[in-house]
């Protein structure tokens, strides 16, 4: 009993800072963006604004709202970035950790210039990133050096996009996404023979098809068509952003590499498995905790990216805006606080869609221990 | 006894007040602007010994930095004494229709101000029957810089309106020349638009579209996109990762012919570059403008609740008076916003513009803060975007218009 209030007053200062200025905050975020703060100048950046209640009526100018068309731009932008930074940092990653886990020459000398680039802030990576990727400089001349012609292709200042599809038809993607990933589930309950599991995710996912494909077409957000798609002036970005992080990857999977008992390997060679089959079935089974916690770490970077933008686009160039960055513009240029507010808790709920499964099942995991 | 005491506080207090004390000045010049100030910043310490100046400078081009970080104070309740702020709409429908500054006009009458500016600028500083802020200096956003040599050699003349400039951008192009316009990142090609608009819709119809009586949708105002567009088609493909200093240089070394960018361009041509002004680099009024100088200036207001009010009054003085004015002005590059400044201390560039400030109609400038409110212009960045995007006029008509709406423009 005793030690039990010792320990709630060691923890009480902790407890009382976390709760204000965490929690405290993000409640008084939600409550800002369920304002109307900004709409009227008078009281925008009055000493003491008077703020209306408006309910989710900036959450619904953001996603259907005329003039927010380039919030939802940065949407698609972030969906995409974070998608290809990921497979990007993983792949290369992974690559690079299997080169180096066969104990080359040098070994120690390539680990840390993999890993070097993770030292540099992002600022310094996007402005460096972007002298190199000037249209007629850098990236572009580099075929010259082996005789090649030069590329031509402007990077950071293209307006082409890519996969373009109208946003009227994002409920139908949305739910044909969810309900693959339920049949996904549904396949996952079958072969670990849970039938429950399987006939709800089956049905789930059955009743998601079935409103996709007759309510989902038919609902328009907007009146009009809006294309949006993956701007080809991200790839400069994603390829700076992808250099910076794959050195963090390789470290992960070298570590866990290295962790896997010499064994089970000895074990595989003795069964007759070739050198694919002991990657396919031993080594990347044994990886996939390592892949999930730096899918986990990527994806909040991703989903939080600013400085990287910032640094190598700058504020006001929409093909490469993110979410982060069309918020800063709204609050502290357009003083729309409320609508700067609503973008900041949607970020937190992304982040949240990431991260919290994680926390959860780490902490089941450990209380299980 | 107690009387006496806060007697004794009191008289200190105030003598304190009148020549020491602290002032703290707020503004985004460092860098190539930092000496302009500095040396301002001398003077008011020469008449004022005893105060303490602290120089809070946030950089970032045009403040971008600044202002974020002077909201965030003064939502906080802590404003700076004095802060740097563009003339006009920027200060006006951010920090006065929030009822956060105080009136200078005792301040204009006391100084002769109102006869020593022009009526014009008075006007972009007045709001429901105040003056919001001392101007310090004046730059014109509507000037069209080329190299004289350059154009001799290619046989043209600098164009006198857009549809001149479009003529002669066919010509150059069959020269050879790819690009004959040079622009650079998003707010030069807004800068570009509103050399664009002014021509097409003159002075008047300038005005008319920021106090509301000319819808963006109106057709005249959907011309200004039309025309914008063509104009777009004779620029550079990768304007969007040129700074306006990288657009300059394309023109400088003959790569472009003209480049339409405010007069902090001559400052950077004969001060980083060294060329001279009027014969190694020339100007006109950008097409279909003479006649109209569109101004933006950088001005001090007096926040309510600043803690050395009295220091701060004083360095407004110092700001609108003759000799500030003519200490900074030849510095930063800009011309002062007095009428009876001393042209010797000025460049080529600077007294022709001068004469110009003198003579010519006065309007006031979208991207440099003088017309809209914030609240419009940062969302005139996502307007361009559109534009730029779709190529579509009325698509982005529509889009100002929808913010204009939703702003409230002119209200």
Not at chain 1, 267 to 272: L, S, W
Not at chain 2, 113 to 138: E, M
Not at chain 2, 209 to 220: A, H, M, S, V
Request: with cysteine; aromatic share 12%; proline share 5%.
């Amino acid at each position: 009993m005793r030690d039990r209030i010792t320990a709630f007053l060691v923890l009480l200062p902790s407890l009382v800072a976390v709760g204000v200025f965490v929690y405290g905050f993000i409640g008084q975020n939600l409550w800002a963006s369920l304002t109307d703060w900004g709409r009227n100048p008078a009281q925008a950046l009055a000493l003491r604004p008077e703020l209306k209640f408006v309910g989710l009526e900036n959450y619904r100018e953001l996603f259907t709202g005329f003039v927010d068309m380039r919030f939802r731009q940065s949407v698609v932008n972030l969906i995409f970035f974070t998608l290809f930074f990921m497979a990007g940092s993983l792949g290369l990653g992974l690559l690079l950790a299997l080169a180096l886990d066969r104990s080359p020459k040098g070994e120690g000398f390539f680990r840390t210039v993999f890993l070097f680039p993770m030292a540099l802030s992002f600022v310094v990576t996007g402005t460096i990133w972007r002298w190199l990727l000037q249209p007629q400089g850098g990236v572009n001349v580099l075929p010259t050096l082996v005789g090649l012609p030069p590329l031509s292709f402007p990077w950071l200042t293209t307006r082409d996009q890519v996969l373009v599809f109208d946003w009227n038809a994002l409920p139908f993607y949305t739910a044909l996404v969810v309900g693959l990933v339920l049949l996904y589930l549904a396949w996952r309950a079958h072969r670990e023979g849970e039938p429950k599991r399987l006939a709800w995710s089956l049905l789930a996912a059955g009743i998601l098809f079935l409103w996709a494909f007759t309510v989902g077409r038919g609902l328009h957000l907007l009146p009009y068509p809006e294309p949006h798609g993956f701007s080809l002036a991200l790839v400069g970005v994603i390829l700076a952003a992808v250099w910076q992080m794959s050195g963090y990857t390789m470290a992960l999977y070298l570590a866990g590499l290295r962790g896997i008992p010499v064994e089970v390997l000895e074990a595989a060679k003795v069964d007759g498995a070739s050198e694919w089959q002991t990657y396919r079935h031993v080594i990347f089974p044994l990886l996939a905790p390592i892949t999930l916690s730096a899918m986990i770490v990527l994806g909040h970077i991703a989903l939080k990216i600013f400085d990287l933008i910032f640094a190598m686009a700058g504020l006001d160039y929409a093909p490469t805006d993110v979410p982060a960055i069309y918020m800063y513009l709204l609050a502290f240029r357009g003083n729309q606080f409320a609508k700067g507010a609503a973008i900041g808790l949607l970020l937190l709920l992304l982040v949240a869609v990431v991260v919290v499964p994680y926390l959860a099942s780490q902490l089941r995991k450990e209380v299980r221990r | 006894m107690r009387k006496w005491l806060l007697a004794i506080g009191v008289a200190l207090g105030l003598s304190a007040l009148a020549q020491t004390g602290k002032l703290e000045i707020f503004s985004w010049w460092a860098g190539d602007e930092g000496p302009a100030l500095e040396a301002l910043i001398k003077l008011y310490k020469q008449k004022y010994p005893g105060v303490e100046v602290i120089n809070a400078t946030v950089t970032g081009g045009a403040g971008v930095n600044a202002k974020a970080v002077l909201k965030t104070r003064m939502l906080g309740g802590d404003p700076p004494d004095t802060f740097q702020v563009h003339a006009g709409q920027e200060l006006i429908g951010t920090w006065v229709v929030a009822d956060r500054m105080e009136d200078l006009t005792g301040l204009f009458r006391q100084e002769g101000w109102l006869q020593a500016f022009p009526k014009g600028l008075i006007d972009l500083l007045s709001y429901k029957g105040g003056i919001w802020s001392v101007p310090v200096n004046i730059h014109r956003s509507n000037v069209m810089w080329y190299i004289p040599a350059k154009l001799r050699e290619w046989g043209v003349t600098p164009p006198k309106t857009w549809a001149e400039f479009l003529a002669t951008c066919e010509t150059l192009k069959k020269k050879g020349l790819q690009a004959p316009l040079a622009l650079g990142e998003n707010w030069t090609q807004q800068h570009l638009w509103e050399s664009v608009a002014l021509a097409t819709l003159g002075p008047e119809g300038w005005n008319n579209l920021w106090n509301g009586k000319l819808k963006f949708t109106d057709p005249k105002a959907v011309a200004v996109w039309e025309t914008f567009g063509k104009v777009l088609d004779c620029a550079n493909k990768d304007a969007a990762g040129l700074s306006w200093q990288q657009a300059v240089d394309r023109v400088v070394q003959g790569q472009a012919a003209f480049n339409i960018m405010g007069d902090w361009a001559a400052g950077y041509m004969a001060t980083t570059l060294k060329l001279r002004p009027g014969t190694d680099f020339a100007w006109a009024p950008s097409p279909g403008t003479s006649g109209v100088f569109m101004m933006l200036s950088d001005s001090f207001g007096l926040p309510k609740g600043a803690k050395n009010r009295q220091n701060a009054l004083n360095w407004l003085k110092l700001v609108g008076s003759k000799e500030g004015q003519d200490t900074f002005n030849p510095l930063k590059g800009s011309i002062a916003a007095r009428l009876d400044s001393d042209p010797a201390k000025y460049n080529a560039y600077g007294q022709s513009a001068m004469k110009d400030w003198k003579s010519n109609r006065i309007v006031g400038s979208l991207v440099h803060g003088a017309v809209a409110p914030e609240s419009f212009m940062s969302q005139f960045g996502t307007v361009m975007e559109i534009f730029l995007q779709s190529r579509n006029p009325q698509a982005a008509a529509n889009a100002a218009q929808a913010i204009a709406s939703q702003v409230g423009l002119g209200r």
